[in-house]
């Protein structure tokens, strides 16, 4: 094990609940991502928090109305600290055996045989350290004592060097959870890393079981992605290494068409403007935005032009919705917030200005008007005409930049 002694800056809340657990004789950290991020100079989303407390235990030390325990296939504990949430996970070893018994009696026959089903085997910091999927996730930082503990002693250097690495055997991680094909190639679209090449044809191998995974996790995937700055990219790497076709198959069929081109345009439009803090990361109109070539497709529309309305349009939409981004059964609040949007989206884009006080009033106007304007820039290359028409309407202002500002390198 490798052993650094940096200074890292840490949120607040984060240092007093790793605080607090080791003032009452547990082993904690900081975990993760947000190690990687630091050390990257990015500004982490959230710090995850590992120890060796149970979650009764941690529980215990911050009181039932400040922690949560929650989750079955792995459960953890979600603690409130001066209101902010942050998830604290126990250090977990290999599954036990009762696992492997269940397998002996054929009842997880129809799995892949290492697939992890469940994850409540709890052990140590090092143990826990190598049941995690790649070295740039698997550092752990103590801020008390501003120490970085790499038990794979790569962690660091594949951070500083951009490599995707899986911890051990990666044919094995990766039938042990097969999403972290797709979290492989997250960290490649993200953060234009390079697959190592083990890892890599461990991925091709593999590909396929991607399937095997739970649909809820995949769901929660995708919506992580849409909610990024790096949609496009995300699509066009997984795309590159073949994972498209499992994880949508919808988009991968029309891939390379000049619908499927204008859609990442427009993602590519939408994410500039949210990671300079213009718009909200709204998973919503990034679901509308995929749908809309699918619509112009339907009413045999080119890319850009949109449909007109009819009575069976609103229909229509829905399905689209919802076909677009299948197998994945998206949130319904966010599926109906995308069809709400794509309902009135082309009266805006035609210029309805007799329906303009109406239109201005729908709840789902400030969304509508986003993509509009995204339009507008990507079909028109300026939105001027388009904003002189619908103004920005002020209870959708949002205030804030993203400082990073890490996003973007101009699509080719």
Same mark, same amino acid.
């Given at each position: +094990?490798?052993?650094?002694?940096?200074?890292l800056s840490v949120s607040r809340n984060a240092y007093e609940i790793v605080s607090q657990l080791q003032d009452n004789g547990y082993e904690a950290y900081i975990v993760g991502g947000a190690i990687r991020d630091l050390l990257l100079g990015r500004t982490p989303k959230d710090f995850d928090i590992s120890t060796s407390a149970t979650p009764e235990e941690v529980r215990g030390v911050f009181g039932r109305r400040h922690a949560r325990i929650i989750g079955k296939r792995f459960r953890l504990v979600h603690v409130y600290m001066n209101g902010e949430l942050f998830e604290v996970s126990t250090f977990r070893q290999a599954p036990d055996a009762e696992e492997q018994e269940n397998r002996k009696q054929g009842k997880l026959a129809d799995l892949p045989e290492h697939l992890i089903v469940s994850d409540n085997s709890f052990g140590s910091a090092e143990e826990d350290v190598w049941r995690r999927d790649?070295?740039?996730?698997?550092?752990?930082?103590?801020?008390?004592?501003?120490?970085?503990?790499?038990?794979?002693?790569?962690?660091?250097?594949?951070?500083?060097?951009?490599?995707?690495?899986?911890?051990?055997?990666?044919?094995?991680?990766?039938?042990?959870?097969?999403?972290?094909?797709?979290r492989a190639l997250k960290l490649v679209a993200q953060y234009d890393f390079t697959v190592e090449s083990e890892t890599e044809n461990a991925l091709f191998q593999q590909m396929h079981l991607i399937q095997c995974a739970a649909p809820s996790r995949l769901s929660l995937e995708l919506e992580k992605i849409l909610q990024s700055i790096y949609s496009d990219r995300h699509f066009e790497v997984f795309?590159?290494?073949?994972?498209?076709?499992?994880?949508?198959?919808?988009?991968?069929?029309?891939?390379?068409?000049?619908?499927?081109?204008? +859609?990442?345009?427009?993602?590519?439009?939408?994410?500039?403007?949210?990671?300079?803090?213009?718009?909200?990361?709204?998973?919503?109109?990034?679901?509308?935005?995929?749908?809309?070539?699918?619509?112009?497709?339907?009413?045999?529309?080119?890319?850009?032009?949109?449909?007109?309305?009819?009575?069976?349009?609103?229909?229509?939409?829905?399905?689209?919705?919802?076909?677009?981004?299948?197998?994945?059964? +998206?949130?319904?609040?966010?599926?109906?917030?995308?069809?709400?949007?794509?309902?009135?989206?082309?009266?805006?884009?035609?210029?309805?200005?007799?329906?303009?006080?109406?239109? +201005?009033?729908?709840?789902?106007?400030?969304?509508?008007?986003?993509?509009?304007?995204?339009?507008?820039?990507?079909t028109r290359k300026s939105s001027s005409e388009f904003e002189a028409v619908w103004p920005f309407r002020s209870e959708a202002a949002f205030s804030g930049r993203n400082r990073n500002s890490s996003h973007k390198k101009k699509r080719q």
């Open positions: +094990m490798k052993k650094t002694q940096l200074n790649f070295t740039v996730n698997a550092l752990f930082y103590n801020p008390v004592n501003c120490e970085i503990l790499d038990y794979t002693e790569y962690g660091v250097d594949d951070i500083n060097n951009g490599i995707v690495r899986a911890i051990g055997n990666p044919t094995l991680r990766f039938e042990e959870d097969p999403v972290r094909m797709l795309h590159d290494y073949g994972l498209l076709k499992y994880f949508l198959p919808e988009i991968d069929a029309h891939w390379g068409s000049g619908h499927i081109e204008y +859609m990442l345009d427009m993602l590519y439009e939408r994410n500039c403007r949210v990671d300079e803090g213009e718009y909200r990361s709204s998973i919503s109109i990034a679901l509308a935005i995929i749908a809309i070539p699918f619509l112009e497709r339907a009413y045999g529309r080119e890319p850009g032009q949109l449909w007109d309305k009819d009575q069976d349009t609103n229909d229509l939409i829905s399905e689209v919705v919802s076909g677009a981004t299948a197998p994945h059964n +998206m949130m319904v609040r966010m599926r109906m917030s995308a069809e709400k949007i794509l309902q009135i989206l082309p009266e805006l884009v035609f210029g309805a200005v007799s329906k303009r006080h109406q239109l +201005m009033q729908n709840r789902s106007y400030p969304h509508a008007r986003e993509i509009g304007v995204i339009h507008s820039c990507v």
